[in-house]
């Protein structure tokens, strides 16, 4: 790969949400902040919903090595889990022995007490699901009756919801309006703008130990964010093409007209507005010109008769 090329310890437009790679920008900072306070004013329902690859599961990771001692965690990453294989989950997540043959209001009651002792002992619960819009209505229900449990300052269980746009739509139903009621902070993750852009595609380039002048400038940051429109995962889609055509070339980095190669190889890029190459325009302006000549003319040679 072009590692050595350009001088990098490590890829740095990896896919992987790996937290060594966060950048705090705007909308990951205000939503970090957004779930720290909620989960400081121990309140039930928390949720962050951001557009595909926008970083919720980086955000999560950070959350995660964040959160202070008095909070235990139970992370749910693939919440595709019907009320009973949930309760089974949490209670594993929870650290309970419990035999195989128990039913589901035994369980319900042991998850209960191994909270209630928690709290006894100064800790609640923060359950965090990621790609949280794939959790059945049932499994949602059964989420939101845990989080009844409460003592008289805060809730014994804390959910934070992490999820597409798909999440809210799912809870503008009628029969989640419960659920809906009881989501007293939320935060929804915008894309990147220019200069964001700008700032994270030199940033990574930085974490994974490119020591030359920032590679990429406005101009080339804009047109990757408007291909990308501004969604990191699609960025670094785009970033490691151009970096791999800019290799094969022998550049020092990515040319103007290796970024658009990489944006035209990229399916999910929006491609640009232009319908007509520069060659193609240089060829309607002369069209344009011998037309008009060619009217002037004509227009002459009439008056002249
Ligand atoms: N603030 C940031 N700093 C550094 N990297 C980021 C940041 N935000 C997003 N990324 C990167 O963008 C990529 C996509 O992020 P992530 O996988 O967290 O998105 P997602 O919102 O969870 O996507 P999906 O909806 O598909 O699950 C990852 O490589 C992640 O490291
Ligand atoms: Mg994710």
Redesign the pocket.
């Known amino acids: 790969m072009y590692l050595q090329h350009f001088g990098l310890s490590e890829a740095p437009?990896?896919?992987?949400?790996?937290?060594s790679?966060?950048?705090?920008?705007t909308?990951?900072v205000e939503a970090l902040q957004v779930l720290q306070t909620a989960l400081q004013t121990g309140e039930g329902f928390i949720k962050v919903t951001?557009?595909?690859?926008?970083?919720?599961?980086?955000?999560?990771?950070k959350l995660l090595n964040e959160l202070p001692p008095p909070l235990r965690c139970a992370y749910l990453p693939n919440p595709c889990l019907s009320p009973s294989e949930l309760r089974w989950a949490l209670a594993s997540e929870l650290g309970l022995k419990y035999s195989a043959n128990i039913d589901q209001q035994q369980l319900t009651s042991l998850i209960q007490q191994q909270l209630l002792a928690l709290a006894a002992h100064g800790h609640a619960v923060v359950l965090i699901l990621?790609?949280a819009q794939a959790l059945p209505t049932d499994s949602l229900e059964t989420l939101r009756l845990f989080t009844n449990l409460e003592t008289e300052t805060r809730k014994l269980l804390q959910v934070v919801l992490?999820?597409?746009p798909e999440l809210d739509q799912r809870l503008a139903s009628a029969e989640l309006r419960q659920l809906r009621q009881r989501i007293t902070f939320s935060y929804r993750?915008r894309p990147?703008d220019e200069r964001e852009t700008q700032t994270?595609l030199n940033?990574?380039l930085a974490v994974a130990g490119f020591k030359g002048a920032p590679m990429f400038g406005a101009a080339e940051a804009r047109l990757l964010q408007r291909a990308s429109r501004g969604?990191?995962?699609l960025?670094?889609i785009l970033a490691h093409k151009a970096l791999m055509l800019a290799f094969g070339a022998g550049d020092s980095r990515p040319s103007r007209s290796q970024l658009r190669a990489a944006i035209k190889d990229t399916e999910d890029a929006t491609q640009g507005q232009w319908p007509l190459t520069w060659a193609g325009w240089l060829a309607c302006g002369a069209l344009l010109t011998s037309l008009v000549l060619w009217f002037g003319g004509v227009g002459q040679w009439g008056a002249g008769l």
Do not use: C, S, W
């Open positions: 437009f990896a896919l992987t949400p790996n937290t790679f966060f950048l705090a920008m909308p990951h951001g557009e595909v690859g926008t970083g919720k599961t980086l955000l999560l990771r990621d790609e992490f999820g597409q993750l990147l994270y940033h990574r969604i990191p995962r960025l670094n």
